[in-house]
């Protein structure tokens, strides 16, 4: 699902609780200009829904021990994204291909929430970027805050950009 890229083109919602009350795979993505952020999706995803129902928290799911609308969210997205990228197992079992994202509490966005609330606040409310290290594959690309090749990668990456917006 691309859900920010839906609503800008105005196709609609879909029934999100019903898809996840059935076990659907879901993923988030993104396929346009408006968002690479995948926060702001689950964001999207959740809104949309309440919009249409005109409730809150309905993707929660506290009868399966997911009180939290964006644990089970981002549960559903990692868990679907692992098998639309192929991933025969995926998550922090043995095998699996280690990609890891470390939340630092102590940034100004995230100060003071209670541990049971952190990936509400992380994808609702946090408007930052309060990851202190990164893994991709089990190798450390970010750590204490830094990128190790910062200029290289943004290179690449301008460079990357440009070629797609020049493609049009």
């Known amino acids: 699902l691309c859900p920010s890229t839906?609503?800008?083109l105005g196709d609609g919602l879909t029934d999100v609780p019903g898809w996840l009350a059935a076990g659907v795979p879901l993923?988030?993505?993104?396929d346009s200009q408006v968002t690479r952020a995948w926060r702001e999706e689950l964001r999207w995803l959740?809104?949309?829904?309440?919009?249409?129902?005109q409730q809150r928290n309905v993707c929660?799911?506290?009868?399966?021990g997911l009180p939290s609308t964006a644990?089970?969210?981002l549960q559903r997205a990692l868990d679907g994204g692992g098998r639309a990228a192929g991933?025969?197992?995926?998550?922090?079992?043995a095998g699996a291909r280690a990609d890891l994202l470390v939340i630092d509490t102590g940034d100004a966005s995230l100060l003071g929430v209670p541990a049971e609330r952190l990936l509400?606040?992380?994808v609702f409310s946090s408007p930052g970027r309060p990851f202190a290290?990164?893994?991709v594959a089990g190798r450390w690309v970010r750590s204490g805050r830094r990128l190790p090749q910062a200029a290289a990668v943004g290179a690449r990456f301008a460079d990357a950009m440009r070629a797609l917006w020049a493609a049009d």
């Open 133 to 135: 290290d990164v893994m």
């Open 27 to 30: 993923a988030i993505g993104s």
């Open 87 to 93: 991933f025969a197992r995926w998550g922090l079992t």
């Open 60 to 64: 929660a799911a506290p009868d399966e």
């Open 46 to 53: 959740d809104y949309g829904q309440r919009l249409m129902r």
């Open 120 to 122: 509400d606040a992380l």
């Open 6 to 8: 839906e609503a800008n």
């Open 71 to 73: 644990a089970r969210l």
